[in-house]
């Protein structure tokens, strides 16, 4: 069993905020364990409970998609995790107390991956790994640096789903990673649009 596997088992039997009591499953995140890329989103919603794996929903099948333009899947490129690794009642934003309870996880699963960039999907992301006080519309697009890592903020693709217009901007986002990951990883990194 490789540290991940332990740190997934932990996640699995946490109580550590209210959060366990209404969870059917904990959702640990998934992905290349060795990928260069980590998308974080804000928590799991209904699908993602009920299956144990992150970004299942109608979401999730948007990031599938930019990551596929992109060039990036899940198997190879990326690994998907989450601010909280348990569902808030009715899609509710965690709450600080449930945020901080939770972000050692995060910040054990960031260590070992160990990837070179990371993009904050949302809010919820960004407040909960830079800073509580940051807005996504202000700082999206900015390449900022966590613990010697590039972090991408960009908006939730729920975001992209609730408003078109976000849309063009969160590609821009898109396309500045695949520009990092061909600086820093792989300049043969193929991609179709861009
Ligand atoms: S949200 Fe995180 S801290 Fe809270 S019970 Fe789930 S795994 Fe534990």
């Known amino acids: 069993m490789n540290n991940l596997d332990k740190l997934k088992e932990e996640v699995n039997n946490c109580t550590k905020c209210n959060l366990c009591k209404t969870r059917t499953n904990a959702v640990f995140g998934e992905g290349n364990i060795n990928a260069e890329i980590m998308c974080i989103g804000e928590g799991p919603g209904y699908y993602e409970d009920q299956q144990g794996r992150p970004f299942v929903g109608k979401s999730g099948q948007l990031l599938d998609k930019i ?24 899609n509710r934003n965690p709450l600080p107390e449930e945020r901080e309870s939770c972000l050692p996880y995060l910040y054990k699963q960031i260590e070992t991956i160990d990837p070179k960039i990371i993009i904050l999907l949302g809010a919820t992301a960004l407040k909960g790994l830079i800073d509580p006080n940051a807005k996504i519309t202000k700082v999206r697009g900015q390449w900022l640096e966590w ?16 408003n078109e217009k976000l849309k063009h901007p969160a590609w821009e986002d898109f396309k500045n990673v695949v520009k990092k990951y061909r600086e820093l990883v792989n300049k043969e990194h193929y991609s179709e649009h861009c």
């Open 67 to 90: 990551l596929g333009v992109c060039g990036f899947t899940r198997k190879d490129h990326v690994f998907i995790g989450n601010i909280v690794k348990c569902r808030p009642p009715d």
């Open 147 to 162: 613990n010697n890592r590039l972090v991408m903020p960009t908006f939730h693709p729920s975001a992209l789903l609730r």
